[in-house]
Each structure stands twice: as C-alpha cells, then as structure tokens.
C-alpha cells in the first residue's frame, strides 16, 4: 500500500498524541477504497492552554481573527518548520482551527520550506488578523522545481460557533487572490472535524486522490 505523509497541526486545547485519532475515520477511506497508507506526524503547540496547547498566547477575550499579536508566534513556527524539513517531504498538511491558521500564516509570510505536492488542508481556519498585509501582498509561487500552485481546501461548517464562516471565507478569497488554487467544502455539522458525515470524509480524500492521480 502506498504511504502518503501527513504533517498535522492541531486546534487550540488540542494535543499531538490524540489528534490523529480525529483524523481515523480520513484515514481509513483512503485505505479502504484508494489503496493510501496515510501516515500522520502531528506537531504539539509548546503553550499549555486548558487540556492541552495552544500554538500562540493572546489577551483574554481575543480571538485569532481579532487580535493584533500571536504571542509566542515564532517558538511555535520554529516547531513547526523542524517538523516540516523532515526528509522525505510531507505530501499534504493539515490544520485544525488554530493550527489551520498557523499554517495560512507560514504561507502568508513566505515561510514554508516546500508546498506539499497534495496541498493544504484547513478545518475551521479563521483569518490570522496579525498577518493581515501579508495575506494582501501574498504572491506565492511553485516550490522550487515543482510546476503546481500551492492549493487549498477549505473545509467549513455551517453551524460553526467557534469560527465565523465569514473570517475563513475572507482568508480563502485572499489566497485565491494570490494565486493559491483553493476549494471549499461546506457540510451541516460545527467547528470539528466533520467525523460522522461520510460524503464530506470522501470528498475530503477524494480532493487529497486528486494529485495522486496525475
């Protein structure tokens, strides 16, 4: 079976050890009807915050789309881009929430080592208000040697009370903007992972087999 390597990033309270746990239900389609062996690498926020981490601090009642600072922003970009120069390179990237934004805000801020081959995905992602001018004179280009746009899915819910739709469609235009080849999936569930739903879990894997198959 054919391994593809994941590197992900959890939410806000979220840990490394129990996220790839949320992502079995992905995982076992892609096993089951694409023959994918999806091999996850989860990196850990390095600020506790409730049961778990967070990956930046902010002042009581701030949110990610509101605030002026990510406090600690840098430690936990360095976390991240250890994890992400890891040989061999990673296929797709995944973030949750938080850790969606995390990612948006490396790309937005021309950080990232390489773009996954398959692309990015954002569960929940909310606009990295500190890095506003970034995601607005944003030109992202291939990774050197690659001939493919970054490219993105957007995956949102409906009946999201976390994350304002709105604030990740703001983010997603941004990157359309700049040249990120981006998709959106919307499904009737909230802020999680939409585990439970099985055509949004498909559609999901069917976006990663996309570039799988060229």
């Not at 909310?126 to 001018?133: D, H, K, M």
């Not at 944003?138 to 899915?153: A, F, T, W």
């Not at 941004?174 to 055509?199: E, L, R, W």
Request: proline share 8%.
């Amino acid at each position: 079976m054919k391994v593809i390597r994941m590197l992900a990033l959890h939410g806000s309270e979220g840990n490394a050890a129990e996220f790839p746990n949320r992502l079995e239900p992905l995982k076992s389609t892609l096993a089951n009807e694409w023959k994918l062996q999806l091999e996850i690498t989860a990196v850990e926020g390095p600020f506790p915050k409730g049961p778990g981490y967070s990956w930046w601090t902010m002042p009581p009642g701030v949110r990610s789309f509101t605030a002026n600072e990510y406090g600690g922003f840098d430690t936990s970009a360095s976390r991240v881009l250890a994890a992400w120069n890891d040989d061999p390179p990673y296929d797709v990237c995944l973030g949750h929430s938080q850790g969606a934004i995390m990612l948006a805000s490396l790309m937005a801020l021309n950080r990232v080592p390489y773009h996954p081959r398959m692309g990015y995905i954002f569960n929940g992602v909310s606009f990295p208000n500190p890095f506003r001018q970034d995601v607005k004179k944003m030109n992202l280009q291939p990774s050197p040697g690659g001939s493919n746009l970054p490219r993105v899915l957007f995956v949102m819910g409906t009946n999201d009370k976390v994350t304002p739709n709105e604030t990740g469609e703001e983010l997603r235009d941004g990157f359309q903007d700049a040249g990120v080849v981006v998709q959106t999936i919307k499904h009737s569930g909230g802020h999680a992972i939409p585990n439970g739903q099985d055509q949004i879990i498909q559609a999901i894997a069917q976006w990663i087999t996309t570039m799988e198959a060229r």
